[in-house]
């Protein structure tokens, strides 16, 4: 599928963002984000605010208008501590598209179709013009599962694996939801975990490690198993995870 800037794009520059411009081939990935503000125009406020040290390069609001808040070639500050495969801090590496949405703080809600055809005329148009693989178009949650949850499991991760313009499995859900609940043995989980590892997600460090395999299994299924987030491995987990591989 070919996408074209045929976009009305709106200027609304933020002052939060990182000099000198990037070599265009230093950008490998797009993170996507919900604003989890109550108030729109509050987020793009927020956004643009020098004290509050973060922004996004793009902000979808939601009647779907794109506006550019830092051109891509800039580093924008959305990611934070951040990881992926062998890459870190991934706000030098990445374009970050914010999504207007109140988020699980603020009354959670389903995106706007509108909303959901900016983003993908937006990641078609990027996954072109930087050559990036489109399996590095992330959500917050992939890159920082300790801390965040957004896009969340509303989300049309789906949608947009159908067009390969995000990575996703080929596995029939009817079929899935027949493992679902079924208990993996020890070593079936510590090769889920693997998997997740090899897919890219980071493995989380500290001392309570059941707390941080429920953050990053959440985040798995807030990605691929979204109808049920409960931070639970089950075989069903397990069966996407392996796929994800293929």
Not at 90 to 115: A, C, M, R, T, V
């Amino acid at each position: 599928m070919t996408y074209k800037m045929s976009l009305n794009l709106v200027k609304n520059y933020s002052c939060n963002f990182s000099l000198p411009k990037r070599n265009k081939k230093i950008i490998k990935f797009i993170i996507i984000h919900y604003t989890g503000m109550k108030k729109e125009s509050d987020a793009i406020k927020r956004l643009c605010n020098l004290k509050s040290k973060v922004s996004a390069n793009y902000f979808i609001k939601n009647n779907g208008q794109i506006l550019t808040l830092v051109p891509d070639l800039y580093e924008s500050w959305h990611a934070g501590i951040s990881n992926w495969k062998s890459f870190k801090l991934l706000n030098k590496y990445s374009i970050g598209i914010e999504i207007s949405n109140p988020g699980h703080s603020h009354g959670y809600k389903n995106f706007n179709p509108k909303q959901i055809t900016s983003v993908k005329k937006l990641l078609g148009f990027f996954i072109k013009k930087y050559k990036i693989n489109y399996k590095n178009v992330l959500g917050h949650s992939d890159i920082a599962p300790n801390r965040k949850k957004d896009p969340g499991e509303k989300f049309p991760w789906i949608d947009l694996g159908k067009s390969q313009l995000c990575h996703w499995h080929k596995l029939s859900l009817t079929e899935l939801r027949k493992y679902r609940k079924i208990r993996l043995s020890e070593k079936e989980k510590i090769k889920f975990f693997v998997c997740l590892y090899k897919v890219g997600y980071k493995k989380i460090t500290g001392l309570n490690i059941k707390k941080n395999n429920i953050y990053l299994t959440k985040a798995f299924q807030r990605r691929f198993r979204q109808d049920l987030v409960d931070g639970k491995i089950d075989m069903e987990c397990f069966l996407i995870a392996k796929s994800l591989l293929k």
